[in-house]
């Protein structure tokens, strides 16, 4: 057995410490900039390739504000829920950001329990702030409200539209569909695209989330599965800053679970019988990374998507012309629905009033042009929108934003507090209810409405 | 060695009194202990800081709510009445049992088929080939390879339903269909978990004396004969550590389901495991996801103590 000497125990147990010693500050981390200061701590779902590259927008921040130091600290996570959960270690930790970047998925959960309202910044800044409104669709503010305060200020956001492949559209002789055209039409469409093409090409493609998912579907099918309600309130902002809006609210509520709406299952069996025709695909798991590189590759008819996208599809090597966007198609009522994304100031923040001036900055168009320069999401200013996309974007471009100006009734996808648990109920359950048979319909339908009680519930 | 005296160095006697060579005795003992102290207390502080305390901890979570946000609030056995009417749970429960069954009796027929099947000659470079390509997923990261797998059964554009297409066959539903998943779901553990338990029957094979079989095959025995009676009864001990980590392992089951399907389609591959990350992960509830978690340990603890009690019968000891 070989042995070791007391000296050179002893010698091995000093380089140890010695090396220790040397590598402190990395392994404590105080080599991090920022670390243990007092600068403004800002969380962003996104790797630290995504935290370098808004180094710019830090510079330009404190060029205006030379007093707030910033640290943009990027918290990877697999989808929002994940990223949520890793803040509300942070929470827990005692160590949590001053801001944070918070999409639809997450807003009434930080609302709830962890964000700060805005409203008194909003009104102290009023003079400032109304030059933001005018150019933001009041949709998209109005998805940020919750029981009638204001948690976010929008910076991007995406509608689900239904992407179309050029090339399967001139194979089956197809032409841009009406603005208002119908399910019936959708399922002509793919019917065509079907017919003339061979192989293993797929005319719809979706898959199983809650963006873009079956929810486009039960939208446009005036339901969903959770009922559509609203808070009231929120009139102190619609007054000030939208004056000749009528009907707005203090925020979407999503309590009530509504699975066994009759419009819901016929929504699924649409859906069904779109699948069992061998028109669509069964709906498959995943956040589409794969589905960019399918549908550059034409073997993908249509798909819903926003205009996050197009930079997407670029970088695969499409052209303008290869594809096009279009709205979703309507059976009641043609109410799209979208996701967006903000940032919130955190309640337990001791620089709220810094946090309120990185809002600001962030929302402004200056500062928006350097945190976003590629077309990967639609902006929540018309103005920017339309900077980002009409010399890249598809033919019908207009139809990212333009979808909230058609249809003023468009609508966040139904997150409540418990979105993670409702977004796994219904994830779990759709595939049962759109690939059995046409009575497993109610009955998959019958254990979402469970699932979703017990989730609504917080059991 | 005599203890009254030594010679430490040669030509020069050195007498040692009795009573003196007890306290040097106890001096190198305790200073043996200490030594023993110093090398194991990182060992024993880490098991304690990072296994120990956290186990504790969870157990007394289990009977508390908890959400991260709000302070923990005492609940009692509350978890553990969800735990038994929860739907999702129970089924959640029996998928990952039914899972073991399957998992655990394929993994060691193909691991112990294959480890016999390498005894048999052949040559050496080829013997030392198949030795490591069925070692060789074990090292790979189980989410990297479900994600692969995960193309590789995509229902329409996977390489699997276009090589059944080539014969005619398909295309099979392989992750949408509650059967598909799970035999998908199987398939991939087995494949990438099978090379350990094939390498530990490869130990236990060759510890069989040869002439055991030299002397069965004189008095005329064949080779299944030779399998049921002489390879199955002397790999019996190896059989049953491979059985115990098998179980232990496959109980826990999280990554390929996880990846390839999200427990789905509806709840038919959610495993014990998935709903202890869903519970504290997602939902937040972390008093819930604790005595889940307690659940399947006591579970784990009972299965491993059944199996060795049943040893006593069914293994047998050269």
Redesign the interface.
């Given at each position: 057995m070989p042995t070791l000497s007391r000296r050179a125990f002893i010698g091995l147990g000093g380089a140890a410490a010695v090396g220790t010693g040397l590598s402190w500050r990395r392994l404590s981390g105080l080599d991090i900039p920022g670390r243990n200061t007092n600068a403004l701590s800002i969380a962003i779902n996104g790797t630290a390739q995504d935290a370098a590259a808004n180094q710019g927008l830090i510079d330009a921040f404190n060029k205006v504000h030379p007093d707030i130091p910033v640290r943009i600290t990027p918290i990877q996570g697999a989808d929002w829920s994940d990223f949520f959960a890793k803040i509300l270690t942070l929470v827990a930790a005692g160590t949590a950001p001053d801001v944070v970047m918070v999409a639809t998925e997450g807003t009434q959960l930080f609302a709830d329990r962890l964000a700060y309202p805005l409203d008194e910044y909003v009104m102290r800044d009023k003079a400032d702030m109304q030059e933001f409104f005018d150019d933001v669709h009041p949709s998209l503010i109005e998805s940020f409200m919750y029981k009638g305060n204001l948690f976010q200020l929008p910076l991007s956001w995406n509608a689900a539209n239904i992407y179309m492949s050029s090339k399967a559209m001139q194979r089956a002789e197809l032409d841009y569909p009406a603005t208002d055209w119908t399910w019936d039409d959708f399922r002509s469409y793919i019917a065509s695209m079907r017919k003339s093409a061979t192989g293993s090409f797929r005319p719809f493609f979706w898959t199983n989330r809650l963006f873009g998912g079956v929810v486009p579907w039960l939208y446009t099918n005036n339901t969903n599965f959770i009922k559509p309600e609203r808070f009231s309130g929120g009139e102190w902002l619609w007054k000030q800053f939208y004056p000749r809006q009528t009907g707005r609210s203090g925020g979407f509520r999503w309590e009530q679970p509504n699975a066994e709406d009759p419009k819901v299952v016929d929504t699924f069996e649409y859906i069904q019988d779109l699948i069992a025709e061998n028109l669509a695909s069964s709906p498959v798991q995943g956040g589409g990374n794969e589905l960019v590189g399918r549908f550059s590759q034409g073997v993908i008819g249509m798909t819903p998507a926003g205009g996050y996208w197009v930079y997407g599809l670029q970088q695969a090597g499409m052209r303008r012309t290869d594809y096009d966007v279009a709205y979703f198609p309507r059976r009641t009522t043609q109410q799209q629905s979208f996701g967006a994304a903000g940032y919130a100031i955190m309640r337990s923040s001791k620089m709220k009033d810094a946090g309120w001036e990185w809002l600001k900055f962030c929302v402004s168009k200056d500062g928006m042009r350097i945190a976003q320069k590629h077309p990967d999401s639609s902006s929540a200013r018309r103005s920017y929108n339309t900077e980002l996309y009409q010399d890249a974007g598809p033919t019908h471009w207009q139809a990212f934003y333009d979808t909230l100006d058609k249809f003023p009734t468009t609508a966040p996808i139904p997150a409540p507090p418990q979105e993670a648990a409702v977004e796994t109920a219904l994830i779990k359950n759709v595939v049962n209810a759109v690939t059995g048979s046409r009575k497993n319909v109610k009955v998959a339908l019958g254990t979402l409405q469970r699932d979703l009680e017990l989730a609504l519930a917080g059991e | 060695m005599s203890a009254t005296a030594s010679t430490l160095t040669p030509g020069r006697p050195v007498t040692v009194h009795p009573e003196r060579a007890t306290t040097f005795k106890d001096q190198n003992r305790r200073a043996q202990g200490r030594m023993a102290a110093w090398f194991l207390a990182p060992t024993v502080i880490g098991i304690t800081l990072f296994t120990l305390i956290p186990m504790a901890a969870s157990i007394v979570l289990a009977f508390f709510s908890w959400d991260?946000?709000s302070a923990p609030r005492f609940v009692g056995l509350r978890n553990f009445q969800?735990i038994a009417t929860?739907?999702?749970i129970r089924v959640s429960f029996l998928n990952t049992f039914g899972f073991v069954v399957v998992a655990v009796i394929l993994q060691l027929v193909v691991a112990l088929g294959l480890a016999v099947l390498l005894q048999t000659k052949m040559p050496g470079w080829l013997r030392g080939f198949l030795r490591s390509a069925f070692f060789f997923p074990l090292i790979l990261s189980a989410a990297s390879v479900s994600l692969i797998m995960?193309?590789l059964f995509?229902?329409?554009?996977g390489t699997v339903n276009?090589m059944l297409a080539l014969v005619g066959l398909g295309p099979v539903?392989w992750?949408?269909?509650a059967a598909g998943a799970m035999v998908v779901i199987v398939l991939v553990y087995v494949w990438q978990n099978f090379g350990f338990t094939f390498l530990l029957f490869i130990g236990g094979l060759s510890s069989i004396p040869t002439d055991v079989y030299e002397a069965s095959s004189i008095d005329g025995a064949s080779g299944w004969s030779q399998f049921v009676r002489i390879t199955l009864p002397l790999v019996s001990p190896t059989m049953l550590v491979a059985s115990v980590m098998a179980i232990i392992s496959a109980l826990q089951i999280f990554d390929q389901p996880y990846v390839?399907?999200?427990?789905?389609?509806?709840?038919a591959t959610?495993t014990a495991v998935m709903v202890i990350y869903?519970s504290a992960?997602?939902?937040?509830h972390f008093g819930l996801a604790a005595a889940i978690g307690l659940v399947l340990m006591v579970i784990i603890m009972l299965a491993t103590w059944a199996q060795f009690k049943l040893s006593r019968k069914f293994v047998f000891y050269m």
């Open positions: - | 991260i946000i969800t929860n739907p999702t995960s193309y995509n229902e329409d554009f276009k539903k992750l949408t269909t390839l399907t999200r427990g789905g389609p509806g709840d959610r869903q992960f997602t939902e937040l």
